[in-house]
């Protein structure tokens, strides 16, 4: 059984809203990194292609290849996750200011 002190711990520092918006956040994140994995990275691939730009990698020194799309693609979560994450926010506060 969980003792009384534990659950005076959870209910102060609000452990399950922590919990549930660290699980919303993440589930965010995979649904915008699977939209950007699956309709901007290609899009921007046939859109070079278009360009007749052929070689999205580069060559280093040896066997070492830089490739351009794998760092877009992170890049483009990172940059759209942060937008809807300060979308939501300040859409709460002018939400709590009304009140």
Known sequence: MVSESVKAFVKENNIVGF?????IAL?????IS?????LLVPG????LISLQI?????YLPGEEKIHFLH??????TFVFTF???YFMIT?????WDKK
């Not at 699977?34 to 699956?38: E, H």
């Not at 921007?44 to 859109?47: G, I, K, Q, S, Y």
């Not at 859409?91 to 939400?95: A, G, L, P």
């Open 91 to 95: 859409q709460f506060f002018q939400s």
């Open 71 to 76: 760092v877009i693609k992170p890049f483009l």
């Open 34 to 38: 699977a939209i950007i994995g699956s």
């Open 83 to 85: 937008g809807f994450v």
């Open 27 to 31: 589930t965010i994140k995979d649904l």
């Open 44 to 47: 921007l691939n046939v859109f």
């Open 54 to 58: 052929k070689n999205f990698s580069k």
């Open 19 to 23: 919990a549930v918006s660290m699980i």
